[in-house]
């Protein structure tokens, strides 16, 4: 009473596995950035355009769950870091649940268990991030999980965890999307942090050809519709694609849409969503044969399922257009 209360806060859990329809947020790589001229050791330019987008995209009460998808406030042993991110998507996590996956700034130290042997964490090595966003993992240390919301079954995996074959994520991954029941959720999306398409040519191989050759025909053998990586800071959209050939294109529906329908299903549809603060990515000069979309600019998506139709629409967090959007169909359309 003495110093006064904060503003009523209104929170919305999101809807219940096997009803009609969800929407929702995702991108990776936010970060943060200082709101005066103050110096941090670690700025992400984007991270406070993306944040005031989604908030103002959250205003029109369509926004049931956000998606943060591996590097999340890029602190990497800067403890107060986590607290500056914090901050910033208050907004957003005090109204809808923030979900999120683990990325290389979170867990990689050498010596540390990680895949990858990199200092990228800063010596947290998973400890600080599952501390401030305990999801409902299989363990300590073991960040994989499966959530269901709507018509959507989502799988969140690790990539700097064991996803080798027959270790104890590959199990389980393999264990959760083969008992995945259709007729309640129609959807499956899996979601993870490196990706397994990028056009993105840099020092660093941005995609790893074992974790592809591991955990991709996972993906096809049990029917994953649409996968979401970030890792790469920029946004990027496939065919429906299997060991690198293309196994369905999008054709244009009566709005002009980029439209794939899974009635058939040939493979999954990727898309890299790492737009989300990080000093933005290039693309190659020459196109892969997979890639569909390419855009390099801040922003997030914005998705909305039912349980015949997925709408993916990318939209820049500095003019809030659309730059670009697909639908997968199935059945009863």
Same mark, same amino acid.
Request: some cysteine; proline content about 5%; overall charge negative.
């Given at each position: 009473?003495?110093?006064?209360?904060?503003?009523?806060?209104?929170?919305r859990?999101?809807?219940?596995?096997?009803?009609?329809?969800?929407?929702?947020?995702?991108?990776?790589?936010?970060?943060?950035?200082?709101?005066?001229?103050?110096?941090?050791?670690?700025?992400?330019?984007?991270?406070?355009?993306?944040?005031k987008?989604?908030?103002?995209?959250?205003? %029109?009460?369509? #926004?049931?769950? *956000?998606? &943060?998808?591996?590097?999340? +406030?890029?602190?990497? @042993?800067?403890?107060?870091?986590? !607290?500056?991110?914090?901050?910033?998507?208050?907004?957003?996590?005090?109204?809808?649940?923030?979900?999120?996956?683990?990325?290389?700034?979170?867990?990689?130290?050498?010596?540390?268990?990680?895949?990858?042997?990199?200092?990228?964490?800063?010596g947290?090595?998973?400890?600080?991030?599952?501390s401030?966003?305990?999801?409902?993992?299989?363990?300590?240390?073991?960040?994989?999980?499966?959530?269901?919301?709507?018509?959507?079954?989502?799988?969140?995996?690790?990539?700097?965890?064991?996803?080798?074959?027959?270790?104890?994520?590959?199990?389980?991954?393999?264990?959760?999307?083969?008992?995945?029941?259709?007729?309640? %959720?129609?959807? #499956?999306?899996? *979601?993870? &942090?490196?990706?397994?398409? +990028?056009?993105?040519? @840099?020092?660093?191989?941005?995609? !790893?050809?074992?974790?592809?050759?591991?955990?991709?025909?996972?993906?096809?053998?049990?029917?994953?519709?649409?996968?979401?990586?970030?890792?790469?800071?920029?946004?990027?959209?496939?065919?429906?694609?299997?060991k690198?050939?293309?196994?369905?294109?999008?054709?244009?529906?009566a709005?002009?849409?980029?439209?794939?329908?899974?009635?058939?299903?040939?493979?999954?549809?990727?898309?890299?969503?790492?737009?989300?603060?990080?000093?933005?990515?290039?693309?190659?000069?020459?196109?892969?044969?997979?890639?569909?979309?390419?855009?390099?600019?801040?922003?997030?998506?914005?998705?909305?399922?039912?349980?015949?139709?997925?709408?993916?629409?990318?939209?820049?967090?500095?003019?809030?257009?659309?730059?670009?959007?697909?639908r997968?169909?199935?059945?009863?359309?």
């Amino acid at each position: 009473d003495s110093v006064g209360w904060s503003d009523t806060v209104k929170f919305r859990t999101p809807p219940a596995a096997g009803l009609d329809e969800t929407s929702f947020v995702i991108y990776g790589d936010m970060g943060k950035a200082p709101l005066d001229p103050s110096v941090e050791h670690y700025i992400q330019p984007g991270s406070i355009a993306v944040t005031k987008a989604v908030a103002k995209e959250m205003q %029109t009460g369509k #926004v049931d769950s *956000i998606f &943060h998808i591996g590097d999340i +406030s890029y602190a990497t @042993g800067f403890l107060v870091e986590w !607290d500056f991110f914090l901050h910033l998507i208050r907004p957003l996590a005090s109204q809808v649940s923030y979900m999120t996956a683990i990325g290389n700034h979170e867990r990689d130290y050498a010596g540390s268990g990680s895949v990858y042997v990199t200092p990228d964490s800063g010596g947290e090595c998973g400890v600080a991030y599952e501390s401030y966003f305990p999801m409902p993992a299989a363990g300590k240390d073991k960040p994989w999980y499966s959530i269901e919301q709507g018509s959507v079954h989502f799988i969140f995996m690790s990539t700097e965890h064991s996803w080798s074959e027959k270790s104890e994520q590959y199990n389980w991954m393999e264990r959760d999307l083969s008992s995945v029941d259709r007729s309640r %959720t129609p959807w #499956v999306i899996f *979601i993870g &942090h490196r990706p397994m398409y +990028s056009s993105n040519v @840099g020092i660093i191989p941005s995609v !790893d050809p074992d974790f592809v050759a591991s955990v991709e025909p996972l993906l096809l053998t049990n029917k994953v519709d649409l996968v979401f990586f970030g890792h790469v800071h920029n946004y990027e959209r496939t065919c429906a694609v299997y060991k690198g050939k293309c196994r369905g294109m999008p054709r244009k529906d009566a709005s002009g849409i980029d439209t794939y329908d899974n009635s058939n299903y040939t493979a999954p549809v990727h898309a890299i969503v790492g737009a989300g603060g990080f000093s933005l990515d290039g693309f190659s000069l020459i196109p892969q044969s997979w890639s569909v979309s390419r855009i390099s600019e801040f922003g997030y998506a914005r998705v909305h399922a039912t349980k015949t139709s997925v709408l993916v629409q990318f939209v820049s967090s500095g003019t809030t257009e659309i730059r670009d959007q697909f639908r997968i169909v199935k059945g009863g359309r």
